[in-house]
């Protein structure tokens, strides 16, 4: 038997509003990072920061690199993407921690992160791995401000950084407002450029049982992510 012709998924456009939503994880007929990731971010999201805030030829910058999304959308777009991961998965990504990237002061035009938000997905057994962390704790707050110094040592004046992030909710554990401590930790070194909610098309949302529990439990399945967009201020 032939196998199909892979699907072809439409293409991005860079969207106008604050609420973005996408069709597909992934653009185009090719997969950007690796769909069977978990956790892998949508490519659409990458495309659009890429597309309004570098050049052709910037150098972007991702110190939570996963299955390698960003390097790829780059790569479309003529960026030159550069990786970094505690747990490499190919490669194009370099093995180093967030905290602590071996690139020099200023040398990045851009500098995207998703990184982990709480202990409930498995990364790697690697012990600096922030998913370890609970986002209920403020050694998860004290390790990613750690990250946010970093990227931010990293950036020119006058280049953006962005922070994917959804916030945390457990029934037994409680509710942690991640996006917003992560806001007010970015606020300390950079300035704000806009907060965008993205849809969230997590295939847990539409699980009827979940549905029915947070209705009848009275709590709420997670909608949205936030995109957090900065700015190294110019000198
Ligand atoms: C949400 S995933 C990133 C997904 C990625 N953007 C993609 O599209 O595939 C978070 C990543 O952070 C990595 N990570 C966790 N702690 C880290 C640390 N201290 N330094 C660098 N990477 C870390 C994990 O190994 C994981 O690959």
Not at 7 to 23: A, G, M, N, Q, R
Not at 176 to 204: C, T, Y
């Amino acid at each position: 038997m032939e196998t199909p012709p892979p699907v072809k998924k439409p293409l991005p456009s860079i969207l106008p509003t604050t609420l973005w939503d996408f069709p597909s994880q992934h653009y185009g007929d090719r997969m950007q990072g690796d769909q069977a990731y978990v956790g892998a971010t949508p490519s659409y999201i990458v495309w659009n920061l890429l597309s309004r805030y570098t050049k052709p030829g910037a150098t972007v910058v991702d110190p939570f690199c996963g299955s390698g999304t960003t390097l790829d959308v780059a790569k479309d777009l003529g960026r030159d993407g550069v990786g970094f991961d505690l747990a490499p998965s190919r490669p194009d990504i370099r093995q180093a921690d967030a905290r602590k990237i071996p690139l020099p002061d200023r040398s990045a035009d851009f500098v995207f992160m998703d990184p982990p938000y709480g202990d409930h997905i498995r990364y790697s057994d690697h012990p600096d791995c922030i998913g370890k962390l609970s986002s209920l704790e403020t050694g998860f707050f004290q390790a990613m401000d750690k990250a946010f110094s970093e990227g931010t040592r990293l950036l020119r004046p006058g280049a953006h950084l962005a922070v994917y992030v959804c916030d945390f909710f457990n029934v037994r554990k409680g509710f942690s407002p991640v996006g917003f401590r992560l806001f007010s930790l970015l606020e300390k070194r950079l300035e704000a450029v806009e907060i965008v909610s993205v849809v969230r098309h997590n295939k847990d949302l539409l699980k009827g049982n979940y549905r029915k529990a947070a209705v009848e439990q009275n709590f709420y399945l997670r909608g949205f992510n936030y995109l957090l967009i900065m700015k190294r201020p110019r000198l």
